[in-house]
C-alpha cells in the first residue's frame, strides 16, 4: 500500500482540488459558527497538545485549600496573595476581594462563568463542525466530477481529469474529516472540559466564601403607595 502511494504520489496530490476542498471546510464552518469562531479555532491550536495546567500542577482542589488558608491567616485581603495560571480564576479572586455584597458577587461570577464557557467551547465546536462538513464537500466534489464524467461521454482522453477529480475530492474530504479535524476536536474538547470544570469548582467555592464572608443583601420589598387622606 504505501510502495504504491510512494509510486503514484503525484497522483494522489492535486494541492488545487486539496486547496479548494479545505478552503470549502474552513469557510462553511465559520458560516456555522460565527465570525469570531476561526480566529478563536486557530489560536487553539497553540495549546492544542498541551495540559493546561502540566507544568504548575493547578487543580480546583489546591485553589481552594489556598483561598481558605489565606482567608484563616489574613481575611479577604490576603487574597492578592493567592495565584493562579488561569486568567480567569484571577480575575474571580480579585472580584471576591472587592466585592461589596454576596448577592451581586454570585451574579456577576455566575455570568462570567457562562460566558468563559462559551467562549472556550468554540475552538472544539468549529473543528467538529469542519469534520462533519468535510465529507459532504468531498461528495459535492464527487457529484460535480461525475456529472463532467458523463457530459464528456465515452472519450477516454476526457474520462481521466474527470474521474481523477471525482475520486480526490472524496478523498480530501475523508482525510480532512478523520485525520485532521476530528482528532483536533477531540483534543480542544477535552481540554475544555478540564478548564470548565476545574472553572465551575472554584466559582461554587468562591461564591460560599461570600455568602459567608460579605454582605448579604436580600430582596427589596415594595409596598404599593397609600392613597393621601383630606386633612380635617
Request: hydrophobic share 50%; aromatic share 8%; proline share 4%.
Amino acid at each position: 500500500m504505501i510502495d504504491i502511494i510512494q509510486a503514484n504520489i503525484d497522483k494522489f496530490f492535486d494541492p488545487l482540488t486539496l486547496t479548494m476542498v479545505i478552503g470549502s471546510v474552513l469557510l462553511m464552518a465559520w458560516v456555522q459558527n460565527g465570525r469570531a469562531s476561526i480566529g478563536l479555532a486557530f489560536m487553539a491550536l497553540l495549546n492544542c497538545g498541551r495540559d493546561p495546567f502540566a507544568e504548575s500542577g493547578e487543580n480546583a482542589t489546591l485553589i481552594c485549600r489556598r483561598i481558605d488558608f489565606v482567608l484563616q491567616e489574613d481575611g479577604l485581603v490576603g487574597l492578592e496573595r493567592v495565584k493562579s495560571d488561569d486568567s480567569f480564576v484571577r480575575r474571580l479572586i480579585a472580584q471576591l476581594l472587592n466585592g461589596k455584597d454576596a448577592k451581586t458577587f454570585e451574579e456577576w461570577a455566575r455570568l462570567e462563568e457562562n460566558s468563559v464557557r462559551k467562549r472556550q467551547n468554540i475552538p472544539a465546536t468549529y473543528w467538529s463542525s469542519a469534520s462533519d462538513i468535510a465529507p459532504a464537500i468531498g461528495i459535492i466534489g464527487t457529484i460535480i466530477g461525475l456529472i463532467q464524467l458523463f457530459a464528456t461521454g465515452i472519450d477516454p482522453m476526457k474520462m481521466g481529469p474527470a474521474m481523477s477529480f471525482t475520486l480526490l475530492t472524496s478523498l480530501y474530504g475523508l482525510f480532512v474529516s478523520h485525520i485532521i479535524a476530528f482528532p483536533i476536536h477531540i483534543r480542544l474538547q477535552t481540554r475544555a472540559e478540564i478548564l470548565n470544570t476545574y472553572r465551575a469548582a472554584v466559582v461554587q467555592h468562591t461564591i460560599a466564601i461570600a455568602k459567608r464572608e460579605l454582605l448579604t443583601i436580600g430582596p427589596v420589598h415594595f409596598s404599593p403607595a397609600q392613597p393621601l387622606r383630606a386633612a380635617g
